[in-house]
């Protein structure tokens, strides 16, 4: 992934950010805020976009608050910040999404800066890190290894300088250090590679590796570096956790830990062993416990099906045995979880969702009525809900089901134009062709490219 200019990014973006930008200047800031993190949501990489959130973010926390609302912001933020370094293991994207929720509320907190940091280096965004490496700098100005980093990576977005001048003031501060001395050489190695594309950084366009003279080769060891770093780390911290572990013997959240490392490995005996050993103690009874566990053995049969042999003349037949056995436990599985935590409407949508999976499109419905009281999934289990009518041929329902959610959507987002669309389809199907084009053109004026409401706009006008 590489840093983004505003003309790289999506119409439906861009859209967001002009938003985002009258709502700054009207000094609607909450508004403002909450439509670039849409924006970058959307564009992990647009740069100016995250400049300007930032800016605002630190703008709205200047203004009022004083002690007893900091301690409150960073009492909220410790579960961001556990969920974003969780992240980091396979969603860097998202960990970033995780951190900017974070900086909202204490842009001047070092916990979310430094899960910017290690997102932005596996997405490969330097002028991402280095934005937030300014604020980790700024907390701490004496931490040496935090300057040197942050001098290296001043180096690779293609601007050493500001990463020089914090290294030489230390050495002015620490002159037989001779760490510092070593850094600032490496420094020197550097400068001119980041230098020479800053051109191409500043546009949006290059990268530190586009200097590089063989640009297939430092895509090469950029590829197998970053395997062996991810597999390295983990092996790491799994040797890290088996000996906490040794002291700390009835840590539960270090043994749950302990077993999504293995299940990253695909060690699953050890996984399901650990996740035993946490469900037969007292945070046994934990619906999200039980979601993992699930979701282990569904990685163990996706395992199981990457291993068929491609050449084996039965390999459909056997793809699609294990494709189905893994479907039936995770309907069982579900279920299950249903019947335990009746109340937990998050699982009903899950149930919901398997059950139309496999075509049982009354059942699914009961538990997308139940699942839409949920706010967090409101508007997907309506989505679903419509979807389920639509199969039972009842259009009427179907209509208004996705009318009300529609309605209930501000943000003409990918969700709102599926909605919009199956609205359309659905008109479409009880026959009413001219409704049906004015949810298309709908689409049509945002995003002409989507799906193919280009083809049936264009063909209402004849």
Do not use: W
């Not at 990268?207 to 390295?232: C, G, I, P, Y």
């Amino acid at each position: 992934m590489a840093e983004k200019i505003i003309n790289e990014i999506s119409r439906e973006a861009r859209t967001l950010y002009t938003k985002a930008q009258e709502a700054a200047q009207r000094e609607n800031t909450d508004y403002a805020i909450a439509l670039y993190n849409q924006v970058l949501e959307k564009e992990p990489g647009f740069f100016e976009c995250r400049k300007a959130l930032r800016v605002l973010q630190f703008k709205k926390a200047g203004s009022g608050g004083g002690f007893f609302k900091k301690m409150l912001s960073g009492t909220a933020s410790s579960p961001l910040v556990a969920k974003g370094q969780l992240a980091l293991r396979s969603n860097p994207a998202g960990a970033l999404a995780i951190a900017e929720q974070i900086l909202n509320s204490d842009p001047n907190g070092s916990g979310g800066h430094k899960i910017i940091v290690e997102a932005a280096k596996a997405l490969e965004l330097p002028k991402t890190a280095v934005l937030s490496y300014e604020t980790l700098v700024k907390n701490s100005p004496k931490d040496k290894n935090l300057a040197i980093d942050y001098a290296l990576a001043c180096a690779e977005a293609g601007n050493a300088a500001p990463g020089e001048k914090h290294l030489l003031d230390l050495i002015a501060d620490n002159p037989t250090d001779g760490e510092l001395k070593q850094a600032l050489k490496d420094m020197s190695a550097r400068k001119t590679l980041g230098e020479g594309g800053y051109g191409a950084l500043e546009s949006g366009k290059g990268s530190f590796r586009d200097v590089l003279k063989n640009k297939d080769e430092a895509v090469l060891l950029e590829q197998q570096n970053r395997v062996v770093k991810t597999e390295d780390r983990t092996e790491s911290l799994i040797k890290e956790y088996e000996g906490r572990l040794q002291n700390e013997p009835n840590n539960l959240k270090l043994v749950r830990s302990l077993a999504e490392l293995y299940t990253e490995k695909k060690q699953f005996d050890q996984a399901f062993a650990l996740y035993d050993r946490v469900k037969n103690s007292e945070m046994g009874n934990d619906p999200s416990l039980e979601q993992a566990i699930g979701k282990t053995k569904v990685k163990q049969f996706d395992s199981q099906i990457e291993q068929v042999n491609p050449f084996a003349p039965d390999h459909a037949a056997q793809v699609e045995q294990l494709k189905a056995a893994k479907l039936e436990f995770q309907v069982s599985e579900c279920q299950k979880r249903v019947e335990r935590y009746p109340t937990d409407l998050a699982i009903r949508y899950e149930m919901g969702a398997l059950l139309y999976q496999i075509g049982k499109y009354g059942e699914a419905i009961t538990e997308f009525q139940k699942a839409q009281q949920n706010p967090h999934k409101r508007l997907a289990a309506m989505g679903y809900l419509a979807k389920c009518y639509a199969k039972k041929k009842m259009y009427d329902f179907a209509a208004r089901t996705l009318q009300n959610a529609i309605k209930e959507k501000l943000i003409f987002d990918d969700e709102k134009k599926e909605m919009t669309y199956e609205l359309g389809t659905v008109f479409e199907n009880m026959g009413k062709k001219d409704d049906a084009i004015e949810q298309y053109k709908l689409i049509y004026e945002v995003d002409s490219g989507y799906k193919d409401v280009a083809a049936k706009v264009e063909a209402s006008y004849g």
